[in-house]
């Protein structure tokens, strides 16, 4: 009976010394990061090194550009999301090429934006023009359906 006991003190001793590890190292990663807060969800710390998901912008910052009537497109995606997995690494290329400076908005770590900006489904994509939008894309599309949205954005700016 005291071996059992001791047995399982020392499992949860060390599920507990597992946990604290992680946290820590979770809030490690998360310092300095583009979200502006203490704790990250795990998917988006493993995003914060890959290249397709820098740009980020922030709510308040989406905000005040609106308000302002600037003009820009937003990539509003989910880092858990099958879809957007698939999407990001045909689009972020493909914006950089045609010199469309896309901001990422992360709506695992910034969940208001689902019903602020009206998006039922991740991907999706919305181009404001002087502060209103304009055009939207939802969803994973082919490659030419990406190329020919980013291309009428062009088109009418």
Known sequence: MKKLIIFTVLIVALFAALAIITT???KQKAEGNPYGKD???PATIKQLD?????????PDELEKKLEAGESLTVYFYDPTCPHCKETTPVIVPMTNGMGIDLKK??????RDGWNEYGIESTPTLIHFKNGKEEKRLVGSNEKSVFEEWFLSILGNQ
Request: hydrophobic share 40%; no cysteine.
């Open 24 to 26: 820590v190292s979770n």
């Open 50 to 58: 890959d290249p397709n998901y820098q740009n980020q912008i922030l």
């Open 39 to 41: 704790e990250l969800e």
């Open 105 to 110: 908005f992360n709506l695992l770590e910034f």
